[in-house]
């Protein structure tokens, strides 16, 4: 007899004619009957194996951070571009001197730079960090 | 959950609905968790694998056929998740750390104390010998004794033929009588 056919006997997985052919030989074979009693002591205990694990600690809170997370900055990044540069060309057609035009531009292009520097630095320390996936 | 609500969760899902997606990760989170412990032999470790199968998943979800059963496609994401964590982990100080988070205890407990203690000792036994199985070994007896998997599903998570399913159960089960004899333990 094949080690599959024992096993399919074994899980109940066996056709009725393959059972009745292995019932025939384990009642044969003390060998046979040795090993089906320790495969089938390992297998109920190992069905009734438990962990202790509480399911009081979903993780579902943490996937939906992670799943709805990125469409939110997409949505922001969008948002925020379009009114910069709607803003942007409505003050560069506006009837305001040049050189307030200028320094206006100066001021919005170091806010924008020093902002865009800050993000870049995050993102890098946070790709880098080993615990980001940690669940708190 | 029942195949139709399921089918139908999983559309809402593709559909890019993340709320929709909640029923599904509560429905599979506990069995999910028991095999990522399972495989892993850390509780943390197997939440963080959970979590990033869920992400995967849905991430993947535009892939998924609707005509299948949602449970094996996700398993067989969890499964690959827990062998990349097994690949990338430090096996030995990893070992360590699982030995002191797992609390393995039999089911239905019994109300003799003497009993009791006998069959905590004979889980902690079979639990420290299956940790030192093969990861193929290990991963195919989770899957099928504490997770419950028919070879077919076992088959369709692990993308084998279910013969070799029964091979290698075969061969797991004798690994884990060898091991139980080579560490001379009192089993059962």
Redesign the interface.
């Known amino acids: 007899m094949s080690?599959?056919?024992?096993?399919?006997y074994l899980?109940g997985?066996a056709a009725p004619e393959e059972r009745a052919r292995i019932d025939a030989a384990v009642a044969e074979s003390t060998e046979l009957q040795r090993d089906l009693a320790?495969?089938r002591?390992?297998?109920s205990?190992?069905?009734?194996?438990?962990?202790?694990?509480a399911?009081d600690?979903?993780?579902?809170g943490?996937?939906?951070r992670?799943?709805?997370r990125p469409?939110g900055w997409i949505l922001l990044s969008v948002g925020f571009l379009t009114w910069v540069v709607y803003g942007s060309y409505l003050y560069l057609v506006s009837a305001i001197d040049g050189w307030e035009k200028l320094a206006t531009s100066a001021i919005g292009l170091g806010i924008l730079l020093l902002l865009g520097t800050v993000i870049y630095e995050r993102r890098k320390e946070w790709l880098t960090d080993p615990y980001r996936?940690?669940?708190r | 959950m029942q195949p139709e609500v399921e089918r139908e969760v999983v559309r809402m899902s593709k559909s890019g609905d993340?709320r929709s997606?909640?029923p599904l990760?509560?429905a599979y989170?506990?069995p999910g968790?028991?095999l990522a412990?399972g495989m892993l032999g850390s509780?943390?470790e197997a939440?963080?694998a959970?979590?990033?199968a869920?992400?995967k998943a849905?991430e993947s979800l535009h892939r998924f056929d609707l005509t299948r059963p949602f449970g094996p496609w996700f398993f067989q994401i969890l499964r690959n998740q827990c062998r990349d964590v097994i690949r990338s982990r430090n096996s030995r100080d990893r070992r360590e750390v699982r030995d002191e988070q797992?609390?393995?205890?039999?089911?239905?407990a019994s109300t003799d104390p003497a009993r009791l203690h006998e069959r905590n000792e004979?889980?902690l036994i079979?639990?420290k010998a299956?940790e030192a199985l093969a990861d193929d070994h290990r991963e195919i007896?989770v899957l099928?004794?504490?997770q419950?998997f028919?070879?077919s599903e076992i088959a369709d998570i692990l993308e084998i033929p279910e013969?070799t399913v029964?091979?290698r159960?075969?061969?797991a089960?004798d690994a884990?009588?060898e091991e139980?004899v080579a560490t001379n333990a009192a089993y059962?």
């Open positions: 080690h599959e056919s024992l096993m399919r899980d997985e320790i495969f002591a390992m297998k205990d190992l069905q009734a194996m438990t962990f202790g694990l399911n600690h979903s993780v579902w943490a996937v939906h992670r799943i709805t469409l996936n940690v669940y | 993340p997606y909640e990760v509560r989170e506990g968790l028991r412990v509780v943390d939440r963080d959970l979590q990033d869920f992400i849905w797992i609390e393995v205890r039999p089911a239905g004979a889980s079979l639990w299956l007896l099928k004794e504490l419950g028919r070879y013969g029964a091979s159960l075969y061969h089960r884990l009588r139980l059962p």
